[in-house]
């Protein structure tokens, strides 16, 4: 499955607009290949460089299997208009939290998932709720990583 967005390319820097620094809103993302089988999607966005260990920026999952793209600046609500749920991210809010790193140039991965089940998940599920309610489901995952540095 591929992953990409029209904001930055795989490996390259995330734009300031898209950044605790910026506007802070979410980047459009759009992906392809998702297997047969595929009853819905999850996504995560996650820092593996943060000082305290991996910071979670974004946990959306149960986005429909006919969505094949996630607009700029989803809404921070439970279910936004463009479909799935919303989780809990490390900001303690729901919904996307920009890159923010406190210093030197941190990799944020943007993972989506193909799964071959809708989750029984209510709204604001953490990444290891969801990463538990997905054992055993996913059929593909397709990765998109940014970098960003203040």
């Given at each position: 499955m591929t992953?990409?967005?029209?904001?930055?390319a795989d490996g390259e820097a995330v734009p300031r607009r898209y950044t605790c620094d910026g506007a802070d809103v979410?980047?459009?993302?759009t992906w392809s290949g998702a297997p047969p089988g595929?009853?819905?999607?999850?996504?995560?966005?996650?820092?593996?460089?943060?000082?305290?260990?991996?910071?979670?920026?974004?946990?959306?999952y149960d986005i429909p299997?006919?969505?094949?793209?996630?607009?700029?600046?989803?809404?921070?609500?439970?279910?936004?208009?463009?479909?799935?749920?919303?989780?809990?991210?490390?900001?303690?809010?729901l919904g996307y939290g920009g890159p923010c790193?406190?210093?030197?140039?941190?990799?944020?991965?943007?993972?989506?998932?193909?799964?071959d089940t809708l989750l029984d998940l209510a709204p604001g599920a953490t990444k290891r709720q969801l990463l538990q309610a997905m054992d055993g489901h996913v059929l593909a995952e397709g990765r998109l990583m940014g970098t960003y540095a203040r």
């Open positions: 992953l990409t967005s029209t904001a930055f979410s980047p459009e993302l595929t009853q819905s999607f999850a996504l995560i966005c996650d820092d593996p460089d943060a000082p305290a260990g991996i910071w979670v920026h974004w946990v959306l299997v006919s969505v094949s793209a996630l607009e700029e600046g989803i809404e921070s609500i439970d279910h936004p208009s463009s479909g799935g749920t919303h989780g809990t991210n490390d900001f303690r809010r790193p406190p210093g030197g140039t941190h990799r944020y991965y943007f993972k989506l998932y193909a799964l």
